[in-house]
């Protein structure tokens, strides 16, 4: 039987810096066994536990899209024990990792939608997985307008930069990034997320939102959605939690009754109204 | 043969000791012991190794199928290769049987077989002990004072979780087949049983009614679940100061699983193991961020109740916890479950 | 015993109707036989819940630094009001000492503490009877159980660490209480320090392997000692990662020696650490030693001046140098290597 303590093997392809200040690095990885990479099935909100053997495991969201083949991208800021050993990795490096591990953000009820995503700083990983997924061309029909807000507290710390231009010219998706302070160079809009959101004010009818983001970024946008008339059923959060097991065993990451590891980290911002405000 | 049609049995006091050599004979047979310090199950290699005595084992069951500290798999430091060969065989013949579990403890084994084994992905570690051993559980004639196991749907004579369920008659024992694997096993030693009558029946009743009315019914679990789901209440500002944060009713407790992983290479050995952790040591939910949604005694305390007394309901339709009274036993302040769930109920 | 009762619950009355302190912590009546547990009072709760017996065994002066470093309503630290034994006040100045709590945030309730009956050693005499009813009285406690009664001599039945007390009288407080005392308290010297220190390496070791094996790194040593107010123990650090949390020998003999060896010039011997252990674990063997190396080297007994400065932080140009000059000597009481 399968164990799903034991991590598959995994190689380090490629490593990109993402930030000015060096602590975000996005890691391209490729299973060892092509068995493994077969039997990897996800959709975009989904994490896995990344191993560094000696050191311990950190759940990292899966930023790319189950479009992108042959390999999976995570985008790890260095915090801990783990990820700064992962940030010390280098290309050609094994490790391990398990998954796909939690749910997924809601397709079958975006399905048809239009989609809303408002995501602040480095927590944008699994919405890029979302926007990559959205955008391909076998899944954009399934889907209506797509917009974006999304924004960092300068733009050094904007994730994903090359992409988010790209998106820009783009005409299937309407983007728009945003930093709490610019610099000189900057030309685009300044304002924190959640007033953006206000200005740019989208369409909440038969529209879902994805939110992502640090806690006070969401604790601001929350009450603009409402105002924008969305309902609590429509919008969508991913949440993190101190994780061991993510399988909903070891007792750690859970939210009243629901585990973040299983039964979420995307919860709708309903569900999380039923829950106790103990995250 | 169906539940219905299973048939008891006697077996006299003096052929128990030919009883268990028979057993010992094909398994491994552990006791409860009352005189190892460390207050575990031994391996029971002459059958006076067995005592019966009134109380419970300090350490429950739990430890034999999630055990305080488990290797989950070991890999070279250098090439970081993985190998958990243990788990790689599907087949568990039943190899161990657990003699003398009390009802208390083999229903908390089957609370334990809903996270470990129902919910999915099962867990290899647990599964293969729990399929290789046979539980024998003994019910209890005489519950101790802080015993409250009929307050959260648990009997004396609790037959959830225990393949075979053992009587004290006081000259002999009244033998109760509960799984299939109970039946196979019991036939090998047929010869030493004889079949129990009316008033084997009659007399097993009586010391069982007799056993129910010691305990003191406390509380009724369903009206509990639903007092809890105020998590804001004002009771939860008080009940936790005397606690101290240590980890000795989850560690004591037989439903308590909540575990740590951690890696630990010496030289070129490395292994990663799951160790018994406990929700109310104060770094339990410790983000790396430094921000911990759990700051004080009093969130790690009311953690604790909601998870055993509306949490487990909501996700296994159980409450987590058998009435076993080791918390109350052993925890170094008196703090009492019970007390709490009374003030818990009697508040507004 | 009861007039010493009677004159708490008066005077924590008056301190809470009066607003002298914000919280009063205390004993209650237990659950079980022959126990107490700790009771925390504010303004209009009932005070007659409040016992004094041989069964008061808590160190309560745990409680002290997680409680006073927090506010009350007019945003001022909390003050508290609390019930010393002789033990209980040396540990509250220890904490003074090392600037966990206030003096002037603190009502201190000194009692002259006659020694604790030992809980686990009575009923081990009981054959797993239950115990229905317990009294006692200067000399001796008597239980109740289904069907006959027993009586025993509470100087028999101590805590070792009452035994050996010899400051079983605060000497901070506000308000002192004497209680009834049978006899002068016979302070039994402790010797078992020496004794095993006699016995040979391999006994010695034999003997640790066999109490601080059977633990289960639940902490409730760490917990209940007043001095381990660490808010990241050592032993729960990530970075560096000293130990892992297995309860393999290594692992327990250094969560054991360094959580331990904190404990020097510091550890007022109040056995808390010893009660709360499930296992049953002594582990004054191993804290008298330091208790002991302490008082050898610096003539210093902890808890009984806030005023006298700690061994360990203070240099004296007279201490012992003897393990520099003198290696091949164990040390100051020359045991055997």
Same mark, same amino acid.
């Given at each position: 039987m399968k164990n799903p303590y034991k991590p598959m093997s995994v190689r380090i392809q490629d490593i990109i810096v993402e930030n000015e200040t060096r602590d975000i690095k996005t890691f391209k990885i490729s299973f060892v066994d092509e068995n493994d990479e077969k039997g990897f099935s996800f959709l975009p909100g989904q994490f896995a536990e990344l191993s560094i053997f000696g050191i311990g495991e950190c759940p990292i969201g899966i930023a790319s899209s189950p479009t992108e083949n042959g390999y999976l991208l995570f985008t790890v800021k260095r915090a801990g024990v783990v990820t700064t050993k992962l940030h010390q990795a280098e290309i050609g490096e094994n490790i391990g990792l398990r998954g796909p591990l939690g749910n997924t953000y809601p397709f079958d009820i975006m399905e048809g939608k239009n989609i809303l995503i408002v995501g602040g700083g480095f927590a944008f990983t699994t919405l890029r997985s979302t926007i990559k997924y959205i955008l391909d061309s076998n899944n954009r029909k399934r889907f209506k307008d797509l917009t974006v807000i999304y924004g960092a507290r300068? &733009?050094?710390?904007?994730?994903?930069k090359s992409e988010l231009w790209l998106w820009e010219k783009d005409g299937s998706i309407d983007v728009h990034i945003t930093v709490d302070k610019g610099d000189k160079e900057w030309k685009r809009l300044e304002g924190y997320v959640p007033n953006v959101l206000k200005d740019v004010a989208p369409n909440s009818k038969d529209t879902i939102a994805l939110v992502c983001g640090p806690p006070i970024m969401i604790k601001f946008t929350l009450p603009v959605l409402k105002d924008l008339? %969305?309902? *609590?059923? !429509?919008i969508f959060l991913s949440l993190e939690m101190r994780m061991k097991c993510g399988i909903g065993k070891c007792g750690r990451c859970n939210i009243g009754h629901k585990y973040v590891c299983k039964d979420g980290p995307v919860f709708s911002f309903a569900e999380l109204q039923g829950l106790p405000n103990e995250y | 043969m169906t539940k219905d049609k299973r048939t008891d049995f006697i077996l006299e006091k003096n052929r128990f000791e030919e009883f268990i050599r028979s057993l010992s004979e094909k398994y491994r047979i552990y006791s409860p012991s009352y005189t190892d310090t460390r207050g575990h199950f031994i391996e029971v290699d002459s059958p006076d190794k067995i005592k019966f005595n009134q109380t419970n084992s300090k350490l429950a069951v739990k430890s034999f199928f999630f055990p305080q500290v488990e290797n989950l798999f070991v890999f070279d430091a250098e090439t970081k290769e993985l190998s958990d060969k243990e788990n790689e065989t599907t087949a568990h013949p039943i190899q161990h049987i657990l003699f003398g579990v009390r009802p208390c403890d083999a229903f908390s084994i089957s609370l334990l077989d809903a996270v470990f084994m129902k919910i999915s992905p099962a867990d290899p570690y647990y599964i293969k002990k729990r399929h290789s051993t046979m539980i024998i559980s003994l019910a209890c004639n005489h519950p101790r004072q802080t015993c409250f196991c009929t307050s959260v749907?648990?009997? &004396?004579? !609790?037959? @959830?979780?225990?393949d075979i369920i053992f009587f004290d008659l006081e000259d002999r024992f009244l033998i109760r087949p509960v799984t299939d694997t109970a039946e196979e096993i019991l036939n090998s030693v047929r010869t030493l049983l004889g079949s129990a009558t009316d008033c084997d029946q009659e007399k097993k009743k009586q010391l069982m009614l007799e056993s129910k009315n010691i305990i003191h019914k406390d509380f009724e679990f369903d009206d509990l679940v639903k007092k809890l789901d105020n998590f804001n209440a004002s009771y939860w500002n008080r009940i936790y100061? @005397?606690?101290?944060?240590?980890g000795i009713c989850t560690y004591l407790c037989p439903t308590c699983h909540c575990f740590d992983i951690a890696d630990e290479v010496i030289e070129s050995n490395g292994r990663r193991v799951r160790t018994w952790d406990s929700?109310?040591? #104060? $770094? %339990? *939910? $410790?983000?790396? #961020?430094?921000?911990? &949604?759990? &700051?004080?005694q009093k969130e790690r305390m009311r953690q604790r109740i909601m998870h055993k007394f509306n949490y487990a309901p909501k996700n296994y339709d159980q409450i987590f916890c058998v009435g076993c009274g080791r918390c109350i036993m052993y925890c170094p302040v008196n703090l009492d479950i019970r007390q709490l769930i009374k003030g818990i109920m009697e508040e507004e | 015993m009861k007039q010493a009762e009677y004159e708490i619950t008066n005077t924590v009355e008056k301190i809470l109707t009066d607003n002298k302190v914000d919280l009063f912590i205390g004993y209650e009546k237990g659950t079980l036989p022959l126990r107490t547990s700790p009771c925390f009072l504010s @303004?209009?709760?009932?005070? !007659?819940?409040l016992v004094w017996n041989s069964f008061c065994s808590n160190n309560l002066a745990v409680y002290l630094p997680r409680i006073m470093s927090t506010t009350n309503e007019n945003k001022k630290r909390k003050r508290v009001g609390i019930i010393c034994k002789g033990c209980d006040s040396r540990s509250l100045v220890g904490l003074i000492k090392e600037n966990q709590i206030k003096r002037d945030d603190l009502f201190i309730i000194g009692l002259s503490c006659t020694g604790i009956v030992d809980s686990k050693k009575v009923l081990s005499q009981l054959n797993g009877n239950e115990i229905i009813d317990v009294s006692e009285d200067t000399e001796s406690i008597t239980v109740k159980l289904k069907d006959t009664e027993k009586t025993f001599d509470k100087n028999k039945y101590l805590y070792e660490s009452c035994r050996n007390c010899a400051y079983s009288t605060p000497k901070v407080y506000d308000v002192l209480i004497r209680t009834a005392k049978f006899s002068p308290q016979v302070v039994i010297p402790d010797t078992s320090v020496v004794k095993f220190m006699n016995k040979t390496r391999e006994e010695r070791w034999k003997i640790f392997e066999m109490e601080v094996g059977r633990c289960i790194r639940c902490y409730a040593c760490r917990n209940a000692c007043p001095n381990c107010y660490c808010k990241e123990c050592f032993a729960e650090q990530t970075q560096p990662r000293w130990l892992c949390v297995t309860n393999d020998l290594p692992d327990l003999l250094f969560y054991h020696t360094v959580r331990i060896f904190h404990q020097a010039g510091r550890c007022v011997d109040c056995g808390a650490c010893v009660r709360a252990c499930p296992m049953d674990i002594d582990l004054r063997i191993f804290t008298r030693m330091l208790v002991d190396e302490v008082k050898g080297r610096f003539d210093y007994d902890p808890g009984l001046s806030i005023e006298e400065p700690q061994p360990l932080a203070t240099f004296k140009i007279d201490d012992k140098q003897e393990f520099m000059t003198e290696p091949e000597v164990n040390n100051v009481k020359g045991y055997k290597k």
């Open positions: 300068n &733009p050094g710390e904007l994730i994903y008339g %969305f309902n *609590t059923a !429509s | 749907g648990c009997q &004396p004579d !609790s037959e @959830k979780g225990a100061e @005397k606690c101290l944060g240590c929700c109310m040591f #104060s $770094l %339990f *939910t $410790l983000h790396a #961020s430094g921000h911990n &949604p759990r &700051p004080t | @303004k209009g709760d009932d005070t !007659s819940r």
